[in-house]
C-alpha cells in the first residue's frame, strides 16, 4: 500500500495529537527527562579520562557514563551505547586533563 505524503503526515500528527498516547516508549521519555534541562536543552557535560574510561563530573551524562563507549574530545562529544529512535546517543562532552 502507497499512502501520500500528505496522507501519511496527517496519519502521523493525528496519532501524536491523542492524549492518552506517546510516540515514545517509556524509557525513552526518561532519557529524556535525564538528558534535557528545563528549556529542554541537552547542556555539555564535563569529565575527564581515567585509565580508559570517562569520569563525567558535571552535567546530564553524569548518570549515564556507564553507557559512554567513546569520546571525540576535539569535537567534544560522546557516544553513548544507549539507542533512541533506532540511533546511539551523541551528546556534547568537554574532556578536561585531569579530575579537578
Known amino acids: 500500500m502507497v499512502l501520500l505524503m500528505k496522507e501519511e503526515k496527517n496519519g502521523v500528527i493525528k496519532e501524536l495529537k491523542k492524549d492518552d498516547v506517546s510516540a515514545l516508549t517509556k524509557d525513552e521519555i526518561h532519557l529524556l ?3 534535557l534541562n528545563g528549556q529542554y536543552v541537552l547542556k555539555m557535560s564535563k569529565g575527564y579520562k581515567q585509565t580508559n574510561k570517562t569520569i563525567v563530573i558535571e552535567g546530564p551524562l553524569k548518570p549515564l557514563q556507564e553507557h559512554i563507549v567513546s569520546v571525540n574530545k576535539r569535537e567534544h562529544f560522546a557516544i ?5 529512535l533506532n540511533r546511539r546517543i551523541k ?3 568537554e574532556m578536561q586533563d585531569k579530575e579537578i
Open 80 to 84: 553513548l551505547n544507549i539507542e533512541f
Open 33 to 35: 527527562k535525564l538528558l
Open 91 to 93: 551528546a556534547g562532552i
